[in-house]
C-alpha cells in the first residue's frame, strides 16, 4: 500500500481549522474525497485543501471512492450514523468524539467494531497530546500510586447545552487515560448566573486505583482554560493545554519531586510538529495513529469501546447527584 488513500465526511469549522490542516501534513496520507451535503460551502473547503472529488452524500462517496480509510468530522447527531456505514464495509475509520450522541449509539458502534474486526479510532485527542503522553510515560515508568487526578476546564461565554457530554468529555476521557478507570462520581451542578446557559458544574471521581480526584467545568467564565493535575505518593504533574487547541500560547508541563524545583520541562525539547497549537492537542497524532494502525494491521486502544467507557462516565455525571459508574 502506497499512501492512505482517505475520504473525509464533514467540511465545518473543526474540519477547517484542525483535521484538515494535520492529514494535509502527513505525507503518508491522500485526501482524495470529501463530503458536506452544502455543495457550495464545500466547494471553496476542497479548493483550500487541493481535494479533487466533491460529494454531497456520504454513501455514495464511500462507495465509489473506495477508501482505505475513512475521517468523520461532523456534529454529534450524525457520528454514529456515518461510522458505522463505513465500519460495516470493514473500512478502518477515524471518528470524532464522542462516538454517538447517546450511550445506547455507542454500544452500537461496539457491536459493529466487534462483529467487522474494523480499525477505529475515536478522537479523544488530548491522549495524542505530547504533555499527555508525556505525562502517562512518567506515571509508569515511576511505578508510584496515584493518590489524586484533576482536571478543571474553562471556556469564555460558551452557552451550547450539552457541554459536558459534547466537549467536557474531554477532560473525562484524559482523567481515565491518566488515572485510570472511574467507579463513581458525585456532581453539583446550577446555571451561570447570567441565565444564558452553559455548563456550571462541580464533580468528585473515585478510581478503581484508589486515587480521587474532581473534574471542574465552567463555560460562562472570564477565560478559557484546560489543565490537568495528578499528584502520586511521592511526585506532582501539572498540564497546561492550549484551550481547545486555537489559543496561541504554548502548551505547560512541569513535574514536580521536591518542594522547589521542576525536573522536567516538556517545552525545552519541542517537537517541531507540536509548535502549532492545533498539533499540541494531539490531531496531528491522532491522525497519524490511524496510518499506523492501517500500515501494521492492529487496532487502537482509543477505539469505540474505549470511549463508551467514558460516555458512561459523562452520563452518570449528566445523571446528577451521586452515581456508579455503569459498565460497558
Known amino acids: 500500500m502506497d499512501r492512505i488513500r482517505t475520504v473525509v465526511v464533514g467540511a465545518g469549522y473543526f474540519a477547517k481549522a484542525v483535521h484538515l490542516p494535520a492529514m494535509k501534513a502527513i505525507d503518508d496520507i491522500e485526501i482524495t474525497a470529501i463530503c458536506r451535503r452544502n455543495l457550495d460551502a464545500l ?6 485543501f487541493g481535494i479533487p472529488n466533491l460529494y454531497t452524500d456520504y454513501r455514495e462517496m464511500i462507495d465509489e471512492e473506495k477508501p ?10 450524525a457520528t454514529a450514523e456515518v461510522a458505522k456505514y463505513a465500519m460495516e464495509k470493514g473500512i478502518p475509520t477515524l471518528l470524532e468524539k ?41 506515571l509508569d515508568d515511576e ?20 457541554f459536558v457530554p459534547g466537549t467536557g468529555v474531554h477532560a473525562i476521557d484524559t482523567l481515565r487515560f491518566l488515572a485510570g478507570e472511574i467507579e463513581e462520581v458525585e456532581t453539583v451542578d446550577a446555571p451561570p448566573s447570567d441565565k ?13 486505583c484508589g ?7 465552567h463555560t460562562v467564565v472570564g477565560i478559557s482554560y484546560e489543565g490537568y493535575d495528578v499528584h502520586t505518593e511521592d511526585g506532582s504533574l501539572f498540564i497546561t493545554l492550549p ?7 504554548e502548551c505547560g508541563f512541569e513535574y514536580w519531586r521536591g518542594p522547589t524545583y521542576p525536573l522536567k520541562s516538556l517545552n525545552r525539547d519541542m517537537i517541531a510538529q507540536y509548535v502549532r497549537p492545533q498539533m499540541m492537542t494531539g490531531i496531528y497524532e491522532e491522525n497519524t495513529e490511524l496510518v499506523r494502525c492501517i500500515r501494521e494491521n492492529r487496532h487502537s486502544p482509543n477505539n469505540v469501546l474505549d470511549g463508551l467507557k467514558t460516555m458512561l462516565v459523562a452520563d452518570a455525571i449528566a445523571r446528577g447527584g451521586r452515581q456508579k459508574v455503569e459498565k460497558p
Open 43 to 48: 466547494k471553496p473547503v476542497a479548493a483550500e
Open 68 to 77: 482505505d480509510a475513512v475521517v468523520v468530522i461532523t456534529s454529534i447527531s
Open 98 to 138: 464522542p462516538p454517538g450522541k447517546t450511550v445506547a449509539e455507542a454500544r452500537e458502534l461496539v457491536e459493529v467494531a466487534e462483529r467487522t474486526g474494523t480499525i477505529n479510532i475515536v478522537a479523544f485527542n488530548r491522549r495524542h497530546s505530547l504533555p499527555v503522553v508525556r505525562a502517562k510515560k512518567l
Open 143 to 162: 511505578g508510584l500510586p496515584i493518590r489524586t487526578a484533576s482536571a478543571k476546564m474553562l471556556r469564555y461565554r460558551r452557552f451550547d447545552k450539552g
Open 196 to 208: 444564558e446557559g452553559g455548563a456550571n458544574s462541580f464533580t468528585l471521581f473515585k478510581y478503581e
Open 211 to 217: 486515587a480521587i480526584g474532581a473534574l471542574s467545568v
Open 243 to 249: 484551550q481547545g487547541g486555537f489559543a496561541g500560547e
